[in-house]
DNA sequence: CGGTCTCTTGACGGAGTTCAAAGCTAGTGG
DNA sequence: CCACTAGCTTTGAACTCCGTCAAGAGACCG
């Protein structure tokens, strides 16, 4: 029980046990059922998610009315809305589980009393999100400068491992075209 | 001097006068000319910048061998390649002043003491990049969500001073399409 | 002025979408 | 543990958005 998160959390800034002992007073583990939502679009998002265990995905429905994947969140990585939960108003995204998940999720109102009581804390989130968004800065340059052919080819190459846990539609949707295309693709390259 | 960086650290978290003071310490002042380059691919980015006044842009050359701009940096935005910055590894961006420019810069080796001396900079910091994420999500939805066209109407909407500072190619290069079909669009919405 | 950037125009081509239908797979209940 | 069904993946044909190329017209700076 909040073995993942210390372990993150030490990896970036010092935790003695005793600290340690003072995060279930701010931090909430929740068990996540496969397909069960987190965030459901219009709502304010008030919780901020680390995955212990499992998978999540963060989707919006676009005007054609079908499901557009930007983000997955897998073990060790942080995932909200984080427009929705920094200011406090309605979200435009879902968050739904696409495995049984075990998560660990600060409420809003609990992130300050955190910050105040373990002060290495908002360091630690200091270089969470440093680190989240050089990662956004290197997808945006793939997004960019690659095909799309070449991005599907690029990421099942990074994480094979990942792209077997979830579904080809999912991956597609994320990648940003169509489950034909990526169909295609597949058969191109055996 | 430093005041545009100071308002907005205090937009955010408590600075006073005495600690001010001690900016200059930290963060130097660098006077940019049109056309300069202020980071190119391959080296390691040493700085991460704040602008105070004028306009940059990043961009990568991909294999076409065309500039691929992926973010602009306006006043009062931190602009860095942070992956290239955190792990002090080669960068594949660049960075150039499009106007003569005034930035504030923080170099890699003096973050860490920065933070020792105005521990609320680490809290500044963390709520500046959780901002940027946040806009980040936004910009990814849109994105993914809409065709060019409506990227184009949507950006220009929402930013029409910005467009008129910048030359036509450079917000097709970052609306990730080509000048002559931004003309295109120009022509058809009057 | 003259030359180099920048923006426009139009013809053509191709990467990727849409639609419809058929084949598969996996979960669920009986 | 099997059968049934709903959801997932594949196929193929028609189509369209947008890139490429090439050439001309402005616009800006020395």
New interface residues.
Partial sequence: MYQELIDHIRKFVALTDAEAEVLPGYIQVHSIKKKAYLLKEGQVCRWNYFVGKGCLRMF?I??KGTE?I??FGIENWWLS???S??RQTAS??NIQAIEDAEVYAIAYEQQAAL?TAL?QM??Y??IV??????????R??Y????SKEENYLHFTGSFPGFVQRIPQYMLASYL?FTPEYLSELRKKHT
């Fill in positions: 919006c676009n005007e557009q930007t983000q809305d984080y427009m939960f920094d435009g995204f910050f002060p908002e360091s989130f200091r999100f440093q680190k989240a968004y050089a990662a956004w800065q290197v945006l340059k997004l960019y400068d690659f940003g």
